[in-house]
């Protein structure tokens, strides 16, 4: 649609208006005429702005509202609604207009406003969507093109807001009094607040029935009303949840639930946190555990085959503050998980607490042998590894060989890997010569997303003898063997 300023104004000193069209609000320059024609296009400067605008896009609540629009510029423009299912939304120059045509405005020049006042959305089960266009136009009405700006507007269905950080109540074991938790509530609708145990109760706040809260008749906008909740005093020893149920009358509207948590009497209480833990580096750590109890003395005991589990303190007071317990454990140098626990107990009390732990074991050269086929100057050793679990990298794998009687002629070999096996061909060797050998790989430990420095774990060793030049005289002792297990 093309509107004409010269069909809704008459230009003299300045800019009077004496006609207006529906749904538009217009601006142009009160005493400066800049150059407007097409040839000046690209010296439009022209935006439009308004407190919670995202890019092109607006969402408001679901009430009755006025939102004002800052349109900056030099030019004259026009506001319309191009898109708008139902008509809930209108362009109006006056906060107060009930009518969509501005009376008596004032076009200016340099920042001007309109307004885009909306109908409450009724509809609880979907949001509802207009398009708000707002362009710049020569002194003559024509659209100066490329520079026009698109408001998406976005009224959220009809809500039921509830007001209260992270939908959990943490309380105490005592009973609440001058800091009773204060709930907040905003709807345009009628809601109920219930509780689904007796030890809480709704204090009602103003404009409250009892537990139910209706709106005024005739009121169309949205009304925020606060409660609090009052909480009984918890003589049990467990914890205990309520839940408070926030409803309202309208259907299609999912119930707001609020958890309730209190925690059991301190004169009964004995807990240990957490009650599990991480299972731990080959390489030892440390972990620390918060005890409170406030019944009795405590007792903290390492149940393990070995002594490689260090408790500190090893016993406490009761006291209703948790007390810290740093529980150290030495490095693994197995070849094998190993499993303990921790017990922790009230003095003189029949009740415990155990958390179990495991540690892995750092990566372990489990078998070496020589392959068939050697020769009077080259053997092939062969070696299985183990790791405990995917944290630990191999890197590089290898052996070292030396005459027995000869250790300045020491030599490194690199090797390759296989699954779980790697091999080594130990070559260059002198015929009928006792030699020593052994295995050798290097892993690195990726811990927290971090690798560790890399590490060298080391074979038994191997003791054997190369054959002369006519392939007689050799000997693999009983660790090495000429039919060995198959390499992958």
């Keep these: 649609m093309k509107y004409h300023i010269s069909d809704m104004c008459k230009v003299v000193a300045g800019c009077a208006v004496t006609a207006l069209l529906a749904a538009v609000t217009a601006g142009c320059a009160d005493n400066v ?17 308004t407190y919670g605008l995202d890019n092109d896009e607006l969402t408001i609540g679901s009430a009755q509202s006025v939102t004002v629009f800052e349109v900056s510029g030099n030019t004259c423009w026009i506001a319309e609604v191009t898109e708008c299912d139902g008509g809930w939304c209108r362009i109006v120059y006056d906060r107060n207009a009930d009518d969509v045509i501005p009376v008596d405005g004032e076009i200016y020049t340099g920042p001007g406003t309109f307004i885009a006042r909306t109908a409450p959305n ?7 969507y207009c398009l708000i266009t707002v362009y710049p136009v020569e002194k003559d009405g024509t659209p ?7 408001i998406h507007l976005i009224q959220e269905r009809r809500s039921l807001d509830v007001d209260y950080e992270d939908d959990e109540i943490i309380s105490a ?81 999912t119930p707001t639930r609020l958890r309730v948590v209190q925690y059991g009497s301190p004169e009964a209480s004995f807990s240990v946190t957490p009650g599990s833990v991480p299972e731990f580096s080959p390489t030892g750590g440390e972990f620390t555990f ?54 922790f107990a009230l003095v003189g009390d029949t009740e415990k ?39 630990f990298t191999p890197i590089a794998c290898g052996a070292i060989c030396q005459p027995v009687t000869d250790g300045s002629k020491e030599k490194i070999y690199s090797g390759t890997f296989g699954n779980n096996t790697f091999t080594v061909d130990v070559n260059d060797l002198e015929p009928n010569t006792d030699y020593v050998v052994r295995a050798y790989m290097e ?5 927290d997303g971090v690798d560790s420095t890399s590490e060298r774990i080391y074979s038994t060793e191997i003791r054997f003898r190369t054959p002369d030049l006519n392939g007689e005289g050799g000997i693999i002792p009983e660790n090495g063997n000429n039919n060995p297990p198959a390499i992958n």
């Design 353 to 391: 607490i155990l958390v179990q732990m495991t540690q892995a074991f750092l990566p372990v050269i489990s078998e070496v042998w020589i392959a068939g086929g050697w020769t009077s100057t080259q053997v092939q050793l062969c070696s299985y590894y183990q790791c405990p679990n995917s944290f």
């Design 144 to 150: 100066i093109p490329d520079h026009s700006v698109e």
């Design 173 to 253: 074991w005592g009973t609440i009094t001058a800091s009773e938790p204060i709930v907040t509530v905003t709807a345009d609708q009628a809601w109920t607040v219930t509780s689904s145990e007796p030890w809480v109760t709704v204090v009602p706040g103003n404009g409250m029935n009892g537990d139910t809260f209706t709106p005024s008749p005739g009121d169309k906008d949205e009304t925020t009303v606060s409660f609090r909740l009052r909480v009984d005093e918890n003589p049990n020893i467990s914890i205990r949840t309520c839940e408070v149920i926030l409803s309202s009358p309208v259907k299609a509207f």
């Design 443 to 447: 892993y690195k430990y990726t811990n």
């Design 33 to 49: 005429q800049p150059d407007l024609s097409a040839e000046s296009a690209s010296n439009i400067i022209f935006s439009v702005s």
């Design 290 to 343: 918060m005890v409170c109890s406030s019944r009795k003395d405590w007792t903290a005991t390492a149940i393990t085959s070995g002594d490689w589990i260090h408790i500190s303190p090893s016993s406490g007071q009761a006291s209703i503050e948790p007390v810290p317990v740093t529980v150290k454990i030495d490095p693994n140098s197995e070849s094998q998980w190993r499993e303990a626990g921790v017990v």
């Design 122 to 128: 009724r509809n609880p089960e979907i949001d509802r």
